[in-house]
């Protein structure tokens, strides 16, 4: 019942709207050439990932914030479950928020290059694909560039920050401590400091892929032929390993917290 595990619960549903809304579309849309549902389900499949990411990626924050405060002002009131409540709220409130645009700018077009060949007869259908379509480029680098800074640069740079610290604190702390007591805390430390490594370095491999196409494909001159290579080659490996990130995050916490792992054991006994 603390902020921490309010958090992890919050990480948990997140990453598991993600595993079981968006991964299934996203396979589909893979294995069938094109888009195969609705212009409404398209909204609706954008719409909810990219607010399940973006909760998920603010909660990671949350956790830092709860653990700098915790342990670099030990003395100063600790955040309390109605706090992490509000803190709730305003997540998912401000990852609604940033996502809208693209929701709305969501639209199924057709592919006007190449058409899908039916079997062995010369039958071809239209390819349709669920993509954004903002009246200027412009507009959608200005976006894309605002996502790359509040979902991804942003919250890694503050955990990087946050977490430096309360490294530098428990070494500070842990100098003027003597016998067990020392131990102790350097056990505990080494433990969330391996916890964090884990998080930071498989959230940035798993995303950089995805946003570095995504900056590419607005910022750089590339011909339409580059383009649809990278749509139809490249980025549906890059969408995979970032969407697989909201299922490795679990396990990182399940097999690495200690306390995560008696909470699972005490609501689900063997």
Known sequence: HTVTN??????AISDLLVGIFCMPITLLDNIIAGW???SNMCKISGLVQGIS????????VAIAVDSFWCVVYPFK???????AFVTLVIIWGLAGAIMSPSAVMLHVQEEKYYCVRLGSHNKTSTVYWCREDWPKQEMRRIYTTVLFAT??????SLIVVMYARIGASLFKTSAHCMGKQRQEQWHVSKKKQKVIKMLLIVAFLSWLPLWTLMMLSDYADLSPNKLRVINIYIYPFAHWLAICNSSVNPIIYGFFNENFRSGFQEAFPA
Do not use: C, E, H, Q
């Not at 309010?6 to 990480?11: E, G, S, V």
């Not at 009131?77 to 706090?83: A, D, E, N, Y």
């Open 6 to 11: 309010f958090f992890i619960l919050n990480l």
């Open 151 to 156: 979902i991804y640069l942003a919250p890694l």
């Open 77 to 83: 009131p600790k955040l309390t479950v109605k706090t």
């Open 36 to 38: 195969p549902f609705g």
């Open 53 to 60: 990411v973006s909760a998920s990626v603010f909660t990671l």
